[in-house]
């Protein structure tokens, strides 16, 4: 789950500059996976501001030429690695399908969106990794098509070990933009998060399935 030194701190200062960062220890937030969490991080904001989305695009596009080589698909995680994906696809000149979390309900009953042929090699793009759950299902769905993934880039990943065993255990490799550290560190550094506010942000890092119940 490597990254850029000089890109991370970008990207963090950018997530915090246009609040795309909640942090709220008081009253959590719920995770769909059920976990309480203090911080929040939206990364569909960035998509709201040019500058910033274009140079995620351009960033998310180094990570694949350097890591993956040439794909022959870019597929978005719904629904949030939709519009991500795609602006990386644009540019690339290739094409693009969505993956969502389980078949729909109606209509053709697809999981997958687009046209996707056995044997043709994908980069995943997702615009953020928690538990790894619902981003692996999106791997797993293009794997049972035939093709070959050849790993996910994503904006953020809180950088749980849980997801990290998830990961490895699948072999896909995680490249992100931006980590949990990167940014606590940014938000500290900018005065976003005040010292005290780290013991709480730790505590829960360390144990996020349990903190706050």
């Not at 990570?63 to 949030?80: K, N, Q, S």
């Not at 109606?106 to 042929?117: C, D, K, S, Y």
Request: aromatic letters at 8%; charged letters at 25%; a neutral charge.
């Amino acid at each position: 789950m490597k990254n850029n030194k000089e890109s991370s701190l970008k990207v963090s200062e950018y997530l915090l500059q246009i609040k795309a960062i909640k942090l709220n220890i008081t009253n959590p937030f719920t995770w769909a996976s059920g976990w309480k969490s203090p911080i929040y991080c939206d990364n569909r904001k960035t998509l709201s501001f040019p500058q910033i989305r274009n140079y995620i695009r351009d960033e998310l596009i180094k990570i694949i030429r350097d890591e993956f080589g040439e794909p022959e698909i870019i597929a978005g995680v719904a629904t949030a690695g939709i519009p991500q994906g795609i602006l990386v696809a644009q540019d690339l000149g290739l094409p693009f399908i969505y993956v969502r979390s389980e078949d729909k309900k109606h209509g053709l009953e697809n999981q997958i969106e687009g046209v996707i042929e056995s044997g043709k090699s994908v980069v995943v793009i997702e615009d953020l990794v928690s538990t790894g759950r619902s981003s692996l299902n999106a791997v797993e769905a293009i794997q049972k098509k035939g093709a070959i993934v050849k790993g996910m880039a994503a904006i953020f990943t809180y950088g749980f070990k849980t997801a990290s065993d998830k990961f490895n255990k699948a072999k896909c490799p995680l490249i992100t933009l931006t980590d949990y550290d990167c940014l606590i560190n940014q938000a500290l550094n900018s005065g976003y998060i005040k010292d005290t506010d780290l013991i709480t942000l730790n505590e829960w890092r360390e144990c996020p399935e349990k903190w706050g119940i």
